[in-house]
């Protein structure tokens, strides 16, 4: 994993996988670098192979302390690792995302030392609720006494 610069007009670069072992080191640089520029922080995801779910957490918070700090957090993807977490995790849509063509990698169940191909998927999960269309419970209806 490697990161770049993000001096005035660049974006902050993230590269290799963004797994448990790299995030401490990304939270603190990313969230320093949206503190110092009111005009926001392009971040750029492209060259990330490997994303876990905690690399995941990691942009859902950034996201939100974006947006609680009124400061705005784009990142550059491509169809890849992190487009994908992010739209299994159904948060794709909060984001502000610049695609655009570039490599894919992998996204890893999370667990460590996992790296690799994407974990098998599991069956449907049961809820009394129904479901959105991306799959999360909402919540169940009162049931009527007769």
Do not use: K, Y
Request: with cysteine.
């Amino acid at each position: 994993m490697s990161q770049g610069s993000a001096a005035a007009g660049e974006a902050v670069e993230w590269s290799g996988e963004v797994t448990w072992r790299e995030v401490a080191g990304l939270r603190e640089e990313l969230f320093d670098r949206m503190d110092a520029r009111p005009d926001g922080v392009s971040l750029d995801v492209r060259q990330v192979t490997v994303i876990d779910r905690t690399g995941l957490a990691l942009l859902i918070g950034a996201n939100h302390r974006a947006r609680s700090i009124g400061r705005p957090l784009t990142l550059v993807a491509a169809d890849g690792p992190v487009t994908s977490a992010l739209s299994a995790g159904c948060v794709l849509p909060d984001f502000t995302i610049a695609l655009v063509p570039g490599t894919a990698g992998s996204l890893v169940d999370g667990d460590p030392g996992q790296s690799g191909e994407r974990p098998p998927a599991r069956g449907p999960r049961r809820s009394t609720g129904t479901s959105t269309p991306c799959g999360r419970a909402s919540t169940p209806r009162p049931r009527r006494s007769h």
